[in-house]
């Protein structure tokens, strides 16, 4: 049964930092695309980073550009997603998912099948 976990979410300072992750289990990690997305109340959900299969291709919606990185260890069958200089905008629900039709990024929730539970992240003083 595939399976997204995602963790490493909290609460931190605006300027602080935080690393998510997203664990698949009952697949492998390497046939997949991966995005991050997130989810502010009373939003749509928006993408945030997307990798593909093999980790050469990074997309980041220009909110985050700069700020945030995305990488994989297929190895692991992770993938990660490095917050810096967060700001309170960033605060949400973040989620990852998976798709494997097409290894190409995409921005958009509806071309991902597969979604883990999410992870919350807000960024306050």
């Known amino acids: 049964q595939l399976q997204l976990v995602e963790s490493g979410g909290g609460l931190v300072q605006p300027g602080g930092s935080l690393r998510l992750s997203c664990e698949a289990s009952?697949?492998?990690?390497?046939?997949?695309?991966i995005g991050w997305f997130r989810q502010a109340p009373g939003k749509e959900r928006e993408g945030v980073s997307c990798?593909?299969?093999?980790?050469?291709?990074?997309r980041y919606a220009d909110s985050v550009k700069g700020l945030f990185t995305i990488s994989r260890d297929n190895d692991k069958n992770t993938v990660y997603l490095q917050m810096n200089s967060m700001k309170p905008a960033d605060t949400g629900v973040y989620y990852c998912?998976?798709?494997?039709?097409?290894?190409?990024?995409?921005?958009?929730?509806?071309?991902?099948?597969?979604w883990g539970q999410g992870t919350q992240v807000t960024v306050s003083s």
């Open positions: 009952g697949f492998t990690l390497a046939e997949y695309v």
């Open positions: 998912a998976a798709r494997k039709t097409w290894d190409a990024c995409s921005p958009w929730p509806a071309h991902f099948d597969s």
């Open positions: 990798i593909n299969r093999r980790g050469s291709i990074t």
